[in-house]
């Protein structure tokens, strides 16, 4: 439109005359809008549009978050959450509600360094340094990765801690007097556990004592955790805990050596103390008990569409769903362009007149474009277009084709099939390399045997011959 004007747009033509504005003008020469339209832009969307910076997330996990997956969660017919509560007697078939809360537990593992920082963020103090000259921070650090096993209820209760560590002997070490806090052994009994797609739930042993202990396992669907999982939307408190009794304790530590060292000695720094294993251990003895507080747990809960004794799926953040509910605009249709382009009437086509008509009708049209009012949102400019995901390779840790209620399943069972199928195609196998041997040798015997007879009927006609 703006090169049409431009072009058409002459003093001398015998037409009405505007000036093109300045960023029209600027729109043109850089071939494209400035920032000034699209500071107009987002002023006059303000209600609809904004920017943003962008959150980064995996193409599979974006494309589980739709209104469709969040259905299939809770209401899937038989393997779905709600169904599941009320065959098992937690949730009432008739009001809909969760006669006690302590029955639906959350399990997630969540990997937890010892003493590294990437240093990254807006918490990180700028030091001065030289000029072209880059800033580097001396550190010891631990990059083990612990991995800590959070159980939790919908009432907010907290269970004892369980802690995953890379060893091939345990050492004394390794149990601290700390420790003692902790209960031993598992009392619970009739509990209703979820947790995320991993294949380790699908595990022999774990089905094994699930199912002496009367847990009852349902697990959300893959590449879901995010939104369906209470630990996840809890787990940076324990993170950020943690990182700062880290903090406190290399610097009591380094206090502690600074009072016993002579005034010769090289001075210590922060960056000098490190953290091992046997002080890591200690230092979540402490904050295991004051990480989060029952509240926060139930907000968890809340947050993933379960409030105290109700499902309620509206509680689920959908701000990064691909899919969203869009308000209806409320502006007219935008102007038809045959409208405007059809032959005008009682004019001779071809003549001055004709082509006069039609050149203020493409102008008409010009114009009630610019003047239209439409909702980019709507007209589907701003929805982003998000790619379907690759398929799956195998053995990723995740099991996309089970998902809900392990009973309602049969988890059990379809281990013990295809434990039996594979056994069965073992047997056969081995049945098949067994015939293959037995006629192999009856080949082999029959082959000397012939081979025999030849040799004899040799002997004799030589003897005859003699």
Not at 68 to 79: I, K, Q, R, S
Not at 161 to 173: G, M, Q, W, Y
Not at 394 to 404: E, H, V
Request: proline share 5%; net charge positive.
């Amino acid at each position: 439109v703006l090169k049409d004007r431009q072009l058409r747009n002459r003093p001398s033509r015998g037409v009405k005359y505007e000036k093109l504005s300045a960023c029209a003008k600027q729109c043109l020469q850089s071939n494209g809008p400035s920032k000034k339209f699209f500071q107009y832009f987002f002023g006059y969307y303000s209600d609809k549009v904004s920017e943003k910076k962008p959150v980064a997330l995996e193409k599979k996990r974006v494309a589980q978050y739709t209104e469709d997956t969040v259905e299939e969660h809770f209401f899937a017919p038989g393997a779905g959450l709600q169904d599941t509560l009320i065959r098992h007697g937690i949730m009432d078939p008739v009001s809909k509600q969760i006669t006690d809360p302590r029955r639906l537990l959350n399990r997630d593992e969540t990997p937890q360094f010892i003493d590294y920082n990437t240093l990254r963020g807006n918490n990180i103090r700028k030091r001065v340094s030289a000029k072209g000259k880059s800033s580097v921070i001396p550190k010891a650090e631990n990059r083990e990765s612990v991995t800590i096993d959070v159980v939790m209820d919908l009432s907010g209760f907290l269970y004892g801690a369980h802690l995953l560590l890379a060893r091939d002997t345990l050492t004394e070490s390794l149990c601290p007097d700390e420790l003692s806090v902790f209960d031993k052994q598992i009392h619970e009994n009739q509990k209703y556990s979820t947790f995320d797609n991993h294949d380790s739930r699908y595990a022999d042993e774990v089905l094994a004592f699930c199912q002496s202990k009367g847990i009852i396992q349902w697990s959300e669907k893959a590449n879901t955790s995010g939104k369906f999982q209470a630990l996840d939307q809890v787990n940076r408190k324990l993170h950020m805990e943690m990182s700062k009794a880290v903090r406190e304790f290399k610097r009591e530590r380094l206090l502690q050596l600074t009072a016993t060292r002579q005034q010769d000695d090289h001075p210590l720094d922060i960056s000098d103390i490190r953290v091992n294993v046997t002080d890591f251990i200690r230092l979540f003895s402490r904050v295991w008990f004051c990480w989060s507080t029952p509240m926060d747990r139930i907000t968890a809960w809340r947050k993933v569409g379960i409030c105290q004794n109700l499902l309620a799926p509206s509680e689920i953040d959908r701000s990064n769903f691909i899919v969203q509910d869009i308000e209806p605009h409320t502006s007219m249709a935008p102007p038809s362009v045959s409208a405007f382009t059809g032959s005008p009437a009682g004019v001779a086509k071809g003549s001055s007149t004709y082509y006069k008509r039609k050149f203020e009708a493409m102008r008409d049209l010009a114009a009630s474009w610019e003047t239209y009012e439409s909702s980019p949102i709507e007209r589907g400019i701003l929805s982003p277009e998000i790619l379907p995901p690759l398929p799956p390779k195998a053995n990723k840790g995740r099991l996309s084709d089970n998902n809900g209620s392990f009973e309602f399943n049969d988890i059990i069972g379809k281990k013990r099939a295809k434990q039996a199928e594979q056994q069965a195609a073992r047997e056969l196998s081995e049945f098949t390399a067994l015939q293959r041997d037995l006629a192999r040798e009856e080949r082999d015997a029959s082959v000397a045997a012939a081979t025999a007879a030849k040799a004899q009927a040799v002997l004799e006609l030589q003897a005859a011959w003699e």
